[in-house]
């Protein structure tokens, strides 16, 4: 999350072209303008407390219900349910990656398999035992250690589609359309033989209830915990997974079992996890790369710090090939940019994790 005195920069600026769309009676756009300008209003407000946080949140409602009240464009019409579909989610038909392409997290993965995709595969047995399928599995861990990318792992280990959703932009979207697009969401994946529905940035969706909630978040809220409610009851053959950066900011209600009834800790990678993941990312001429000591050399760094490291080197010799310095990829070319990239993860964000970790139920 950025800090509040960026975000608070951004509202401004959406707000100005807000204001300008509005004076031009360009009222899709101001719509869009105003709802990015609450979006980082209130996701400021979650990073303060006390009287700031309360007049933040007030400040969001304000932009939220005058995005409401632009008026529609005459062109406009009632959203068809492939637009709206379109629009709410991105839909990966059976996914062909597998927990082979997963870099680490041994144990997570084992339980996984045991608790929830064992019993998918095997509902007869699962029934028989009064074991059920689906439900709902919360990832939880810094950001990018690679929890969207698990959650399409787990959808290629059952063969099942995936469909991927961004709370934050669905709140962003679905002023006044909020229920019907939850609804088309649970359609479409009930549509399916099987089906992984993920929910990135869950804590957006399902923040900690306060007084202050807008409207829109008090009816969506309930609508969706009922959603899960219903694939925990019939038994369905859908999986809830969500990932979250802030999983103590997330509705209690939505934690309770029946609900999230598995939840896992995404930490940084292992040694042999960033030994692998600088090997599938390095894949370019070279001479003997010795991916132990790069392993070694970027113990706390997350698997997206990582990436971000091989892309830089790639991009570094593709200039030095283009200069005429036609050379092969060495260790110390990779050591160099380590040097110039710190970790996006801190010791203080890692025990803030350990405390969530300790506090709750499995």
Known sequence: MLEPSLLLKKAEEYLEMALQREREKKYDSAREYYLMAA??????????????????????????????????????????????????????????????DVAGLQEVKEKIKDLVITPFLHPEKARKWKVKTGGGVLLYGPPGTGKTYLAKAVAGELDADFFYVKASDIMSKWVGESEKRVAELFKRARESKRA?????????????????????????????????????????????????NVPWNIDPAALRPGRFDFKFYIPPPDFEARKKIF?????????????????????????????????EVKR???????????????????IDVISRIKPSIDERMLKKYEEFESRRLV
């Open 39 to 100: 979006k980082a209003l209130l996701e400021a407000a979650r990073a303060t407390e006390g009287k700031i946080k309360e007049i933040r949140i007030r400040n969001a409602e304000k932009l939220i219900e005058r995005a409401k009240s632009l008026p529609k464009a005459v062109e406009e019409k009632e959203e068809s349910e492939e637009a709206i579909a379109k629009e709410t989610f991105q839909l990966t038909k059976r996914p062909k990656i597998t927990f082979d």
């Open 196 to 244: 992984v529905i993920f929910i990135d940035e869950i804590d957006a969706l399902l923040p900690k209830r306060t007084g202050m909630q807008s409207s829109v978040m008090q009816r969506v809220v309930p609508q969706f915990l009922a959603e899960m409610d219903g694939i925990d009851s019939r038994n369905e053959n859908i999986l809830l997974m969500a990932a979250t």
């Open 279 to 311: 090997q599938l990312n390095l894949d370019v001429p070279s001479e003997e790369i010795d991916f132990d000591l790069l392993a070694e050399r970027t113990e706390g760094y997350s698997g997206a710090d990582i990436k971000l490291i091989c892309d």
């Open 316 to 334: 570094m010799m593709f200039r030095r090939e283009i200069e005429g310095r036609d050379e092969l990829l060495r260790t110390e070319h990779v």
